[in-house]
């Protein structure tokens, strides 16, 4: 039997004024505009500019933006962006977010140890966690 590492709490969203420093967080927002940029490296850089649900200013930067995100991601969206918040110049930044439906929040998420080539086993399924008795964690 596989047991999870921890478990995520998805039940509440925080908004910009709720943000601390260095801390992992999720954020609801809206994507106002993308920009896309080429560093001094080489490398693309994508600048998601979004608002909270109380119309506050945030960003996100994307250091690997595929075509996969380039579907996904576009203006006047709305996500859940999780990932460690982090005070830039006047605003606040997330680096690299993992994106999440808002219709996929609300709950306790388990969080299970990804096994084998990116994330997957060829054992089975883990995305398919096993219900927990009588709700307990």
């Known amino acids: 039997r596989v047991l999870p590492l921890r478990y995520e709490d998805r039940r509440e969203t925080a908004t910009v004024a709720d943000l601390q420093d260095d801390t992992a967080t999720f954020i609801e927002g809206t994507v106002t505009r993308l920009d896309g940029r080429t560093t001094k490296n080489g490398r693309n850089l994508v600048v998601a500019?979004?608002?909270?649900?109380?119309?506050?200013?945030?960003?996100?930067?994307?250091?690997?933006?595929?075509?996969?995100?380039?579907?996904?991601i576009r203006t006047n969206t709305r996500w859940v962006f999780a990932g460690k918040a982090k005070r830039f110049r006047d605003g606040w930044t997330i680096a690299q977010p993992s994106l999440k439906a808002p219709e996929e929040m609300g709950s306790i998420v388990p969080v299970y140890r990804k096994r084998g080539r990116y994330g997957t086993d060829p054992r089975g399924d883990f995305g398919n966690p096993p219900a927990c008795a009588g709700g307990a964690f």
Request: glycine share 8%; charged share 25%; aromatic share 24%.
């Open 49 to 72: 500019y979004c608002r909270d649900r109380a119309g506050e200013p945030f960003q996100c930067l994307f250091f690997q933006f595929g075509p996969f995100q380039r579907k996904q």
